[in-house]
Structures are given as structure tokens and as C-alpha cells.
């Protein structure tokens, strides 16, 4: 639902966005051609959104268990591209390669059988290589390809569930998330609303096993040594070239 919200407003802002773009006959060809400045400019940096839904059924081993709840992702990058090269008839696309570094942040929730035992926040920053085709003409579909590596931050927020049992059992649980290696595959269409904007729409695989601490009155449970926080994500990037 939040997604869709956010998507009706970026539709809504790419709209007034039509006063930049180039004066079309009737047969819906430009009646100027265009500059096409994305294939030129060695820059661009934008805003994402995305929905991000884990993959794994069992986040944590037992006696913990639980699955990682779905999540709402809001993140930046900035990329910088290389020249482009041409090809096909005409050039009507160009290659295009960028080296991008993006940084996010969302927080799982962690649960068991309506137990909750807390929020699980990440903050991945990633260096990703991209791989792009770019239309000549605005309003024209072109498309993405992205690998990526890189870490994440994470912290563990109790809930006052666990709080509440470790109140009533007399015992004090503490969890402590360390850094993890974040793995990054994925691809999209994009669509050149603008001389220099483009809105994308895409899929990404994002691996991640996060380590963790897991005490209780200070011992360690050696079952539970990471939570698996792999997630399918459906993003929705505005991007602006420069």
C-alpha cells in the first residue's frame, strides 16, 4: 500500500515534468531530435523505494526460530558512468556501464508464532556495477542489469514482548548483531521521463547472513550464531543525470 502511494506521487511529479520534454508530430516522432543527455553525462544520483520481503522461512535456529517480517525500504546512491559506446540501427540504444554506490535502511521485524522478539534494523551500503541500455529519444523504454558487494550495520531492538518474559522468568536476553556481507543481483526497465530524469522499475536479490550474539544471563546460545536476512526487493528509483 505504501508503495503504491509513493508510485502515485512519482507518477504525479514525472507529469510536471512534461513541459521539458521535446514537441512530437503526429505520428509521435520529435519533431527536434533530442540531445539525449543521459548518454553523455558522467553522473547521476538519485532516491529508491522498495518493498523488501525475506526469503527465509526460519530466520534463526532454535529454540529462537521465527521468520523476518516484510519491510519498506528507503535508500540514495550516486553513480558515475563511463562513456558510452553505440550499437544497432541507427544507435538507437547505447551501452552504458556505471559504477554505483547505494546506501539503504529497513527494519525486519522478528517474530515466532505471534511472539515478537524485536526489530532487526540494517543499514547495507553497497558498491554495485550496472550495466545499462539507453534509448536515443525520451519517453522510451530502455533497461538495467546490476551486481553489487558490500556491508551492512545492523542493530537488534527488543520488543516489549521479550522484555516482558525476560521480566517474568527472571532472566535478561541480549542481542547483539554485528556486520554483515551484503550480496546484490538484479535488473529493470527504465523509463527516460525527462532530459535528465529517469524513473526505474526493478528486482533485486539482496543476500545477507547477519551475525549475532545471542545471550541469556550471559551465556551464549551456539545455535543461533546469525540471522539469515536475504530478502526479494521490488524497487521503484528516480534518478537524475548530471
Same mark, same amino acid.
Given at each position: 500500500m505504501r508503495l503504491a502511494a509513493v508510485l502515485a506521487l512519482l507518477l504525479a511529479a514525472?507529469?510536471?515534468c512534461r513541459q521539458f520534454m521535446p514537441i512530437l508530430d503526429e505520428k509521435g516522432r520529435p519533431v527536434a531530435k533530442s540531445n539525449a543527455p543521459w548518454r553523455n553525462e558522467r553522473m547521476a544520483g538519485g532516491l529508491t523505494l522498495a518493498q523488501v520481503q525475506p526469503t527465509a522461512s526460519e530466520a534463526a535456529e532454535a529454540p529462537v526460530g521465527g521468520r523476518l517480517d516484510d519491510a519498506f525500504l528507503a535508500g540514495v546512491h550516486v553513480m558515475y558512468l563511463f562513456p558510452a559506446s553505440k550499437y544497432g540501427p541507427e544507435y538507437l540504444f547505447a551501452t552504458r556501464c556505471g559504477v554505483e554506490v547505494r546506501v539503504d535502511d529497513y527494519e525486519m521485524l522478528l517474530s515466532s508464532h505471534g511472539f515478537k522478539y524485536g526489530t532487526l534494523h540494517m543499514t547495507p551500503t553497497v558498491l554495485a556495477f550496472?550495466?545499462?541500455q539507453m534509448p536515443e529519444e525520451i519517453r522510451i523504454l530502455g533497461f538495467h542489469v546490476e551486481l553489487g558487494i558490500g556491508a551492512s550495520s545492523a542493530t537488534f531492538a527488543k520488543h516489549a514482548m521479550l522484555e516482558e518474559d525476560d521480566k517474568l522468568n527472571g532472566r535478561h536476553t541480549h542481542v547483539s548483531?554485528? %556486520?554483515a556481507v551484503v550480496a546484490v543481483g538484479g535488473a529493470g526497465v527504465d523509463f527516460y521521463i525527462a532530459p535528465r530524469l529517469c524513473l526505474?522499475?526493478?528486482y533485486r536479490y539482496s543476500y545477507s547472513r547477519v551475525p549475532v550474539d545471542w545471550k541469556v544471563d550471559g551465556i551464549p546460545l551456539p545455535e543461533i550464531d546469525e540471522l539469515d536476512a536475504s530478502s526479494h526487493q %521490488?524497487?521503484?528509483s528516480l534518478r537524475f543525470f548530471f
Amino acid at each position: 500500500m505504501r508503495l503504491a502511494a509513493v508510485l502515485a506521487l512519482l507518477l504525479a511529479a514525472c507529469a510536471g515534468c512534461r513541459q521539458f520534454m521535446p514537441i512530437l508530430d503526429e505520428k509521435g516522432r520529435p519533431v527536434a531530435k533530442s540531445n539525449a543527455p543521459w548518454r553523455n553525462e558522467r553522473m547521476a544520483g538519485g532516491l529508491t523505494l522498495a518493498q523488501v520481503q525475506p526469503t527465509a522461512s526460519e530466520a534463526a535456529e532454535a529454540p529462537v526460530g521465527g521468520r523476518l517480517d516484510d519491510a519498506f525500504l528507503a535508500g540514495v546512491h550516486v553513480m558515475y558512468l563511463f562513456p558510452a559506446s553505440k550499437y544497432g540501427p541507427e544507435y538507437l540504444f547505447a551501452t552504458r556501464c556505471g559504477v554505483e554506490v547505494r546506501v539503504d535502511d529497513y527494519e525486519m521485524l522478528l517474530s515466532s508464532h505471534g511472539f515478537k522478539y524485536g526489530t532487526l534494523h540494517m543499514t547495507p551500503t553497497v558498491l554495485a556495477f550496472r550495466f545499462m541500455q539507453m534509448p536515443e529519444e525520451i519517453r522510451i523504454l530502455g533497461f538495467h542489469v546490476e551486481l553489487g558487494i558490500g556491508a551492512s550495520s545492523a542493530t537488534f531492538a527488543k520488543h516489549a514482548m521479550l522484555e516482558e518474559d525476560d521480566k517474568l522468568n527472571g532472566r535478561h536476553t541480549h542481542v547483539s548483531p554485528e %556486520v554483515a556481507v551484503v550480496a546484490v543481483g538484479g535488473a529493470g526497465v527504465d523509463f527516460y521521463i525527462a532530459p535528465r530524469l529517469c524513473l526505474s522499475l526493478g528486482y533485486r536479490y539482496s543476500y545477507s547472513r547477519v551475525p549475532v550474539d545471542w545471550k541469556v544471563d550471559g551465556i551464549p546460545l551456539p545455535e543461533i550464531d546469525e540471522l539469515d536476512a536475504s530478502s526479494h526487493q %521490488v524497487s521503484l528509483s528516480l534518478r537524475f543525470f548530471f
